[in-house]
């Protein structure tokens, strides 16, 4: 299992570092996923995870001060919300509505009230003062 969720873990890193670079592919929703498979695998990988620049730049925010960009919130909630959407509307039980409705209700309390919306310029302050803070705690002293 461990070896499962450590190729899972790169396949969404990849993916993930592949979104960075184009527009059309979400970075965050796959970092997520890498970082979930990697803390499952092994401690060195998660740690070599949450070392690397994309995580420090994407991820860390959420990670730390649970703050993201709106832009983030949208694309880490959309596929949720379409997916209970259909189903809503699909199914005629009212009993699965209820349900679909709840976890709707729910998922957009949790990214609207629970997580701090911040401006891609504070999110980009902070990545970098990570990146910074990263670089000189790798380099030797003189």
């Known amino acids: 299992m461990k070896y499962l969720n450590a190729g899972l873990g790169f396949l969404f890193f990849g993916l993930g570092a592949v979104g960075a670079f184009l527009p059309v592919l979400p970075t965050t929703p796959f970092l997520l996923l890498a970082s979930f498979f990697f803390l499952r695998s092994s401690t060195k990988l998660n740690t070599w995870f ?3 620049k994309l995580y420090k730049r994407y991820l860390s925010n959420y990670a730390e001060k649970r703050e993201m960009t709106l832009r983030s919130k949208i694309a880490l909630a959309s596929p949720g919300f379409i997916v209970m959407t ?3 509307f699909v199914f005629e039980q009212w009993w699965v509505k209820a349900i679909t409705l709840f976890f709707i209700v729910l998922e957009v309390w949790y990214f609207a009230c629970r997580i701090k ?15 910074e803070a990263s670089d000189t705690a790798t380099q030797p002293e003189d």
């Open 86 to 88: 259909i189903v809503f």
């Open 117 to 131: 919306t911040i401006s891609p310029e504070e999110a980009r302050q902070y990545s970098q003062a990570r990146l």
């Open 50 to 52: 949450t070392s690397t």
